[in-house]
């Protein structure tokens, strides 16, 4: 299927590893060309060589830390005539309410909540109108609450919301808004806490794998199973989608 990419402008947060690697490298199957942001520059200069060696696109890549000031003017002022917009950067810690300090919340949400607000506001001036996107990466922890990873669950929930609420405005200008909500996703990062889990309980870290059983179908998602829904629900073939939360994590209960 033409998901009608070719030549469309994608910039990806978060772009040089895991789900956001996994969304750039899908997107320039398609023939995007793609403007990859990450705070590690020998990350994105990898990503850069072996999508464009492999697929041919333009690769720009764009490093910044999004949660200081200064860094999401720095990347508008960089990336003009965005088609899509995914916002994807940010990872936020596990944690009860009493062994989460404020100050994690705080840092946390910098990057990923008000990140993703944020850059949305700055960017919305420079995509294209109508037709543009902006796609969410949000995580399944909003909508199962989760006490042991409350400032998690707080914070995607809010997204969640964000999402659907500036859906209503974007449309009177044709762009669509669309969040995703990954369930647990085999990234390097949720390897590793499988890891430290494997050799908290068992005292050997080489079981991870023993601790997805419980998960539907025996695993975690790859990290392409959601970037290929991501891909597709920026296109063309997914035009009449928006304000909409769309959950991939096989089902879990």
Request: glycine fraction near 10%.
């Amino acid at each position: 299927m033409d998901l009608e990419l070719q030549g469309k402008r994608v910039l990806i947060t978060g772009g040089s590893k895991g789900i956001g690697l996994a969304t750039a490298e899908a997107f320039a199957r398609e023939g995007a060309n793609l403007i990859l942001v990450s705070r590690t520059e020998k990350d994105l200069a990898a990503a850069q060589i072996s999508l464009s060696s492999t697929y041919g696109n333009h690769v720009q890549i764009i490093c910044t830390n999004l949660s200081e000031p200064g860094g999401i003017a720095s990347l508008t002022e960089a990336a003009h005539d965005v088609d899509i917009l995914v916002n994807n950067a940010g990872a936020i810690p596990p944690g009860s309410l009493l062994d989460t300090e404020l100050e994690t919340w705080r840092h946390a949400w910098n990057l990923k909540v008000f990140g993703y607000i944020e850059l949305t506001r700055s960017l919305y001036p420079h995509l294209t109108a109508p037709g543009g996107v902006i796609i969410n990466i949000i995580g399944s922890a909003g909508e199962n609450p989760n006490k042991d990873y409350i400032c998690g669950s707080t914070g995607n929930a809010a997204l969640m919301m964000f999402t659907q609420a500036f859906a209503q405005q974007a449309r009177t200008n044709g762009i669509r808004v669309v969040g995703v909500n990954p369930g647990p996703v085999l990234t390097d990062r949720f390897r590793m806490l499988l890891q430290a889990e494997a050799k908290r309980r068992y005292t050997d870290p080489s079981r991870w794998e023993e601790l997805m059983q419980d998960l539907p179908f025996g695993r975690a998602a790859a990290p392409a199973e959601v970037a290929d829904a991501i891909a597709f629900l920026a296109s063309r073939r997914s035009a009449y989608t928006t304000g909409t939360i769309v959950t991939i994590d096989g089902g879990h209960q």
